[in-house]
């Protein structure tokens, strides 16, 4: 407090300014971007000389010019955020700045905050346009991850999915006639900056990986509507316009729900925030804070945790009631974000035998005709909840699957982050000595 209160006399107006101690806590949890140092010491009474820095200032990009961008994956790829760029760059922002004025980390949020976007106008639509339906739903808000529960401990083996009748599919507006209000779109632009900026500076685990992750989401999502026979989308009019025509199909009732696969999207996004850089067991032997109350899938129950916490702000009021207004879509959603982001850990050895027993169940030879009504949903359920987890499983790891330079530049950085942890006496072998057994 006594060195605050001396920086204090030589800061700056609307500036935060922190300590070299400060500044060392964020660099050890890789968040160092979030440092500027001051061009030259200042002098503090009682202190002397000291090097100081600003935390850097959150730029959110400006809404109505962010509306007109229409960013795609490849323009992402564009221009670099190399040291050598940072230093030639302004005190004030020394992130190199690509396309649009924007840097690299900007162009990411705003391509994903294009995909939930649309995916809300989903969720509106599929209310037939409704909005004034909203229910208060502070109190189930404020009792989701309380009682001493963990993340972990919410998990379930069956997702139950909304049903929808032929009627209620019929009342659908179309998504392109959907508008989402400015402040919901500003909340969620909020929202996803903010999440960018929770990402450490990791080799491998970093936002532009969850916007790797969410682009392939995106893609297996409309890979398993399978339209040739009338399931999911499909259709209506020469125009570029979709409308949802069947209830299941062999994607099992995802396509006909907007908010299950906003969820599925939205986890892919916030599934490693904040991760550490090492693993789960490694966390756990060392017995940190976070493995004292997690105790295993420690990485994953954090960033639901984190992630939740901060969508829960009041600051994003609006966005939560776009994304749901009953409590049943309320604790859908979080069902959903919580077994998505927990599918992601596929080293646990019991979630892999559970996963394992119900792909058994779910796809073994029966005859579906002699089962009941009941049977019938929850069997449609399970294999709707095995779709769901394989489809973020291959996304996390779809580096492995696409084009060559794409493969390299992941396991590269993949590389190199396990080479750091080892380096830094937070691995047990040398990823060098190995590496290339698990190579093709």
Known sequence: MNTAARMESSSERSRIQISQVTADFLKEARLARWTIPRSSKVFVKGKGEMQTYWLRKSRVTNTRKAACLKPDMETLEEGTDSEESSERASEEDNDFLGIEGMNKTERLVEWNVEVLTSLLEQIVGSRAGDMDQIVNLSDAEKSIGTGGKTVLEEFTPIIQLKRFDAEELKRRGRPASVNIEDEVKSQLRSYISSISQMYPDNDFHNFEHASHVTASVKKLLARIVNVGEGNGLGASSPSDSMDLVDLAGHSFGITSDPLTQFAVVFSAIIHDVDHPGVTNAQL????????????????????????????????????????????????????????????????????????????????????SEAESLNDRVESEDRKATIVIEHLIQASDVSHTMQHWHIYKKWNERFFMECYGAFKEGRADSDPSKNWYKGEI
Not at 293 to 317: H, N, T
Not at 326 to 334: H, I, M, W
Not at 342 to 365: C, G, N, P, Y
């Open 284 to 367: 756990v032997k060392e017995n940190t804070r976070w493995a004292q109350i997690y105790k295993k899938s420690v990485a994953e129950q954090k960033s639901v945790d984190i992630a939740w916490d901060m969508l829960m702000s009041e600051k994003y009021a609006a966005l939560r009631a776009c994304i749901y207004q009953t409590d049943e879509d309320l604790q859908r959603f979080r069902q959903l974000v919580v077994n998505t982001v927990m599918a992601t850990d596929i080293v646990d050895k019991e979630l892999q035998a559970l996963r394992k027993a119900r792909w058994e169940t779910a796809f073994s030879d029966v005859n």
